[in-house]
């Protein structure tokens, strides 16, 4: 035995029962502790066994790994804090410093473990996965970290919402009529979207952030409206499962564009929308006054109240075009800022937006319900489409 090994040590270090491995942590490897001072794993009274299972924990971290896509891992665990308190009396009592602890070691055990099976690498910041286990009750919980997507959805059909719809009877708390889900079960793209990445990413939930909005009974085409997925516990994380769904058929909803970013903006991007209006006339407007219509909107401000905001938003309408398709029927074509809502920009809606088409009109109109507007293209600050397009009918 070392001679540092004195008879103060040896009282303190008999009234408390260490296993060999804890003795270890505790003590410099410099000093050998004879056997008669060493206790049963499962006798230790800081650990109570647990360093002697750390090998089946590893094992079952495995087992649940495979189930995961990742490049990176952390281990972690849930010590009991009275078995953290206790090694820290037995610390304080052996006047011990630093060093490692019960939860570092067994952390650090597994984590190597799992390394050398897997060929992956620990990492502390960002990893794809965390094992947490549960040493006292050999479990194992498993999460992946967020995966961020950026897409854009095209809309073939006519009648699909964007996004899901809180039940009208309990107000989105949970009844019989909506299987206590709080949703009303109706087609929309956030539903098929929703079902289509969780098939493909294996992920417990999805959180969207769109990029503006469209009426039900609208189409989106060009490229499609850009889109933000946040995919919660994915088990894929694979490039190719994105590439699978824009090669998928779904029901009037495809998605053109889906690539794993790093994050999510915190503030989304301004952007233009390219929209052609659908209008049913009361009485037929004369040319004239559609060329007035023409003419006030071209690079012109719209002025929007926002009267919760105690503010007015001021965005821009950049050109418009039209053609009449039948005797009471007109469609315009117009290429303007986001955040503007093609509905009050018809009917003006009280005066909340100016200049307004009915406003301008001098007349009464209304949009085609069944088809009110499509939206022709979405184009991002950073988009490469050419400027004809922009000016494309």
């Not at 008879?7 to 408390?16: E, F, I, S």
């Not at 949970?174 to 992920?203: D, M, Q, R, Y």
């Amino acid at each position: 035995m070392n001679s540092n090994v004195g008879p103060n040590l040896l009282v303190l270090l008999k009234r408390y029962n260490l296993c060999r491995i804890c003795f270890e942590r505790q003590l410099p490897r410099t000093i050998v502790l004879p056997s008669a001072y060493v206790t049963r794993s499962d006798k230790c009274n800081v650990c109570g066994g647990m360093m002697n299972r750390a090998g089946r924990l590893a094992k079952m971290v495995l087992r649940q790994l495979k189930q995961y896509e990742f490049a990176s891992f952390l281990i972690g665990a849930r010590v009991p804090a009275e078995i953290l308190e206790q090694e820290d009396t037995i610390r304080s009592a052996l006047k011990l410093r630093g060093g490692e602890t019960l939860k570092a070691q067994i952390t650090r055990t597994v984590g190597e473990i799992v390394a050398d099976v897997t060929g992956k690498k620990v990492q502390y910041h960002r990893a794809d996965v965390l094992a947490i286990l549960e040493p006292k009750t050999s479990t194992i919980e498993v999460l992946s970290r967020p995966l961020f997507l950026f897409g854009r959805y095209l809309k073939s059909r006519r009648g699909i919402l964007q996004r899901n719809r809180r039940c009208q009877t309990c107000s989105g708390q949970g009844c019989p009529t909506c299987l206590h889900s709080g949703w009303e079960k109706v087609k929309s793209v956030e539903n098929i979207l929703a079902s289509a990445l969780t098939n493909e990413f294996h992920c417990m939930e999805i959180r969207f952030s769109w990029m503006g909005s469209e009426d039900d009974n609208s189409l989106v085409q060009g490229e499609g409206r850009p889109f933000y997925a946040e995919l919660l516990n994915p088990q894929i994380r694979s490039s190719k499962a994105a590439q699978r769904l824009t090669e998928k058929r779904l029901t009037g909803v495809s998605v053109n564009q889906l690539e794993i970013v790093d994050n999510r903006p915190e503030v989304l991007p301004p952007f233009l929308v390219k929209v052609r209006i659908n209008i049913t006339e009361n009485g037929k407007i004369e040319s004239e006054r559609l060329r007035i219509l023409k003419a006030t909107l071209t690079n012109a401000e719209v002025h929007i109240d926002q009267p919760r905001k105690r503010k007015t938003a001021i965005k821009k309408v950049y050109w418009l075009r039209f053609r009449r398709r039948a005797p009471n029927r007109l469609e315009l074509y117009m290429l303007c800022d986001s955040g503007i809502s093609i509905r009050k920009l018809v009917g003006g809606d009280y005066g909340s937006i100016h200049p307004n088409f009915a406003t301008i009109l001098g007349t009464s109109i209304t949009l085609d319900e069944n088809r009110p507007f499509d939206i022709l293209d979405v184009i991002l600050p950073d988009s490469t489409m050419k400027t004809q397009s922009l000016y494309h009918m």
